[in-house]
Every structure is written in structure tokens, then in C-alpha cells.
């Protein structure tokens, strides 16, 4: 699943305007605590801790725009806790995220 950066960056520009070092540390806590949530579904064994990190990665993932991560998280809340598979998916999707130049 291939990130549409459209919503994302205009969402960073819409917090930060012209300031481009404040749009570079917003992706950045974007990033980490979008990793965060990620560590916590990996390490879930329950549905309640799966269901909650995968929720607030959504919630998260939608205050920046993000859709394909968004879709992830849905993939991960219809899922099994603790699924390898998206897990590596939202992995891949906030390390494009990471590594987008700013437009």
C-alpha cells in the first residue's frame, strides 16, 4: 500500500506554514509515536490492548491525513492480536513516511 502524501502535507503545512523546521519536527512526532503504537500491537496478545493501540494509531494517522495507515489500522482492527503481517505493513508505511522529503 503506497502512501498518498497529498493530505499529510498539507496537514503539516496547515500547523506549521512556512516553517519548515517546525513541519520537520511534527512528521518526527508523527513518526515516534506512531512507532510507539506499532511496538504495542506487536507485543499485544490480548484483543482489548490490540483493539486500543490500533485505535489511537488511527486516531493518530488521522489528524495528520494519513491515509494508508488509517487503512492499516483498519486492517489491524478487523485482524488477530498480535498479526505479523500488518504489523509489518505499518512498519513499511511510517519508514516511507520518515524518509518523505517535505513538499
Known sequence: MSMDYGAFDTALKAAAGDNT????????????????????????RCDANWQYAALRLKGLAASFGAGAVIELSDEALEGAPGDPVVVRKLEASIAEIAQHPLA
Request: charged share 30%; proline share 0%; hydrophobic share 40%.
Open 21 to 44: 523546521a517546525l513541519a520537520e519536527e511534527l512528521r518526527s512526532d508523527f513518526v515516534e509515536s506512531a512507532n510507539r503504537q506499532i511496538s504495542l500491537l506487536s507485543r499485544s
